[in-house]
T-cell receptor, first 112, second 112 residues
Framework: QKEVEQNSGPLSVPEGAIASLNCTYS??????FFWYRQYSGKSPELIMS????GDKEDGRFTAQLNKASQYVSLLIRDSQPSDSATYLC????????????FGRGTQLTVWP | DADVTQTPRNRITKTGKRIMLECSQT?????MYWYRQDPGLGLRLIYY???????NKGEISDGYSVSRQAQAKFSLSLESAIPNQTALYFC???????????FGEGSRLTVL
């Protein structure tokens, strides 16, 4: 089992819809979880981080974490064409901050 | 100016050549990383360094070496490049308090 698994894409949603991205991880010791957005040919940029169980909201983005189920998700409300990108789930390796496992990414397309 | 700078941004070379990718950062972080990205495979860790005297192998270190010349500088070398090292390479540094990674703009390497 890969350390971080993301729901297979690509994911396509209409403008204004909610996009739901999911991720599971295998390392029970992990304490830090991140969602990065990556446009084609560009470097990943952080859009959300979450460290405790529950929901964390930032504008149109909501991250959800369930450590018991080893599950983290990202919801994008009112999706815009500019949200079209690949979304990478990243999980901290063990208890050491900074060493991240990355999922393979989910490609999201938001069509007008 | 970017917080994490990589040079060169693009490089085409031939099999068997020695290649060095350089990275410098202005964020003042101790921890630096080299990742490789291939289509459909996500980001994989090659080497990481938690301070100038600390070098550690990541998931895929075979065929690569690194040098940490200073807190701000971390270079990646391919002693004898081979075609399957064709990829997009990212340098990153991490926030010691959150574990968030900050990426450089990437170095696209093609080995013919």
């Amino acid at each position: 089992q890969k350390e971080v698994e993301q729901n297979s894409g690509p994911l396509s949603v209409p403008e204004g819809a909610i996009a739901s991205l999911n991720c599971t991880y295998s390392d029970r010791v992990s304490q830090s979880f991140f969602w990065y957005r990556q446009y084609s040919g560009k470097s990943p940029e952080l859009i959300m981080s979450i460290y405790s169980n529950g929901d964390k909201e930032d504008g149109r983005f909501t991250a959800q974490l369930n450590k018991a189920s080893q599950y983290v998700s990202l919801l994008i409300r009112d999706s815009q064409p500019s949200d079209s990108a690949t979304y990478l789930c990243a999980v901290n390796r063990g208890s050491t901050l900074g060493r991240l496992y990355f999922g393979r990414g989910t490609q999201l397309t938001v069509w007008p | 100016d970017a917080d994490v700078t990589q040079t060169p941004r693009n490089r085409i070379t031939k099999t068997g050549k020695r290649i060095m990718l350089e990275c410098s950062q202005t964020k003042g972080h101790d921890r630096m990383y080299w990742y490789r990205q291939d289509p459909g495979l996500g980001l994989r860790l090659i080497y990481y360094s938690f301070d100038v005297k600390d070098i550690n192998k990541g998931e895929i270190s075979d065929g690569y070496s690194v040098s940490r010349q200073a807190q701000a500088k971390f270079s990646l070398s391919l002693e004898s490049a081979i075609p399957n090292q064709t990829a997009l390479y990212f340098c990153a540094t991490s926030d010691p308090g959150t574990g968030e990674l900050f990426f450089g703009e990437g170095s696209r390497l093609t080995v013919l």
